[in-house]
């Protein structure tokens, strides 16, 4: 394998924490403009995620300088019946028409303890058009591709633009009489700045994990695909030579055949022409205090022959302060560097999840870090 050398730096954009709420799930994107954004969701420390309000900052001189945040919604959230629709959808942007598109989900709720999993139309898949000018969600629909009019809590991933235009986009969902999830990659193409369905693959499952496989990232590297998944025992991978027809899955392991130990909580992929890095965190003897023990984040080199994850490459990407660093997203924002972007998730364990006096004592400050990865 050729030697992919690389700098990192660690970089707090904001910080704050107010006791009741937290920044989580900040996501990198580009405009046709030139300009670079994060968007963030604000969470409410009552319950377990209980999404709200969603923000912007925005950077016109390559990611050196921030604005300050403003709101960013796809649709305002409503009431029906008591019931709650928080309506969240993030802008992607597609290199081949120097556009962006629209994505993300709708998350229903009967109070602030936590959202409604079960039922019907509960949680279901949004596609929409983004207006990079005003930076505005233009419009928002119920995405129902076909063969999934059964699936319940269908979510869509990050995509993975391939040389021709279309777009790859993994998702995780469960037929509505089952409680574990399976993974499916579609196909889609962009008109117009909204997504076309082309295919589907077959169902990625595995009956003997408690709740199924979720979460799943997507790859390319020499033609083979890559898709990383995550369930409550472990982390997969599966292989696929078309985007379509993947492997069973596999337990990540280290090259020294210890298993990785990343467990119910996602991973994601850095992808260089030359290689690939797995994102993820995992357990070790000094994070117990943290929740799923997710934090710090890694960074390591993946061993595409061996298929297996290079110990001696591993580096802490986001530091541990007392919070953990779940929700974080890994964009390639220029030919030659890419983002790993995070916030300090103040909540501690279940079922007091509200409780932050753990993070804070740590040292933790809802914190949204951002780690340039510059080769």
């Not at 409503?78 to 556009?99: C, D, M, W």
């Not at 541990?320 to 300090?344: H, Q, S, Y």
């Amino acid at each position: 394998m050729k030697d992919i050398p690389y700098t990192m730096y660690r970089e707090i954009l904001t910080e704050g924490f107010d006791g009741n709420t937290c920044r989580i799930s900040p996501r990198a994107f580009r405009t046709p403009d030139g300009k670079t954004h994060i968007s963030y969701t604000i969470l409410l420390l009552s319950g377990s995620d209980v999404f709200t309000d969603r923000y912007v900052i925005t950077s016109c001189d390559g990611g050196k300088t921030f604005s300050e945040p403003v709101p960013f919604a796809g649709m305002p959230q409503t009431i029906e019946n008591g019931i709650r629709s928080v309506y969240n959808l993030n802008a992607y942007f597609h290199q081949k028409s120097n556009s962006n598109f629209a994505l993300g989900r709708v998350t229903r709720y009967a109070d602030d303890s936590g959202p409604i999993l079960k039922g019907r139309d509960l949680m279901r898949a949004l596609t929409g058009t983004f207006d990079p000018v005003s930076m505005r969600f233009t419009s928002c629909e119920i995405m129902i591709p076909p063969g999934t009019e059964e699936l319940d809590n269908l979510t869509f991933m990050e995509p993975l633009e391939e040389d021709d235009g279309t777009v790859l986009i993994p998702a995780y969902a469960r037929p509505g009489d089952r409680r574990q999830h399976e993974v499916i990659v579609f196909r889609f193409s962009v008109e117009g700045g909204k997504l076309r369905f082309m295919e589907r693959s077959r169902s990625i499952f595995r009956p003997d994990l408690s709740r199924g496989l979720c979460e799943p990232r997507l790859a390319k590297l020499y033609g083979k695909y890559y898709l990383t998944m995550r369930s409550d025992e472990s982390g997969w991978y599966a292989v696929s030579g078309n985007g379509m027809d993947y492997s069973a899955p596999e337990e990540w392991h280290f090259d020294d055949g210890e298993v990785l130990g990343s467990r119910n909580t996602q991973q994601a992929w850095l992808t260089r022409p030359e290689g690939l890095f797995l994102v993820y965190t995992r357990e070790t003897p000094h994070n117990r205090h943290i929740f799923r023990n997710r934090a710090p984040l890694f960074i390591a080199r993946f061993d595409e022959e061996r298929e297996c994850i290079i110990r001696d490459s591993e580096e802490i990407a986001v530091p541990e302060m007392g919070a953990r660093l779940g929700n974080f997203t890994v964009t390639e924002m220029k030919p030659d560097e890419a983002w790993i972007c995070v916030c300090e998730w103040m909540q501690t364990t279940l079922p007091d999840c509200s409780d932050s006096s753990v993070c804070v004592r740590y040292g933790a400050n809802n914190r949204l870090w951002r780690t340039r990865i510059v080769f």
